[in-house]
């Protein structure tokens, strides 16, 4: 796979990571509009719902097109995959590797677990999402 390749896959990924999150859009009049990102094309047009405005203006829903959009800003907090490294420990000894400057764990050589999801394939990646949800519902408890 081409290195573009791999950057536009990633690029996708994080897209996807932030469906159903609270987002921050500037846009290019300097408006800024903050709700949860509800849908995006492949122009990267938008949609926004729960929507306020810098202004104090709020709509149930609001649709931005991408030649507006400079930037979007998730406002939710980076998880910190450490914590899921340890506890992963316990259920894979000896087979996890927390990658501390790409905030990455690897569990084997098969299976990486990123903000954006689990990649692999097979058993040992079905173990993991199940781990990693046991372990995402613990901490929000």
Do not use: W
């Amino acid at each position: 796979m081409s290195i573009l390749a791999e950057a536009n896959k990633r690029f996708v990924a994080e897209i996807n990571n932030l469906m159903g999150k609270e987002v921050v859009v500037g846009l290019s009049n300097g408006d800024e509009y903050r709700g949860v990102l509800h849908a995006v094309d492949s122009q990267l047009n938008i949609i926004l719902i729960n929507v306020t405005t810098k202004n104090g203006l709020k709509f149930s829903k609001s649709i931005l097109l991408s030649n507006y959009i400079i930037y979007i800003n998730s406002i939710e907090k980076e998880l910190d995959l450490r914590g899921f490294a340890k506890y992963a420990e316990k259920y894979f000894p000896g087979m996890v590797r927390y990658v501390e400057e790409s905030n990455i764990v690897m569990i084997g050589d098969k299976v990486r677990v990123s903000e954006i999801g689990i990649e692999g394939s097979g058993p040992l990646a079905e173990r993991v999402r199940q781990i990693y949800e046991e372990y995402m519902k613990k901490r929000q408890e």
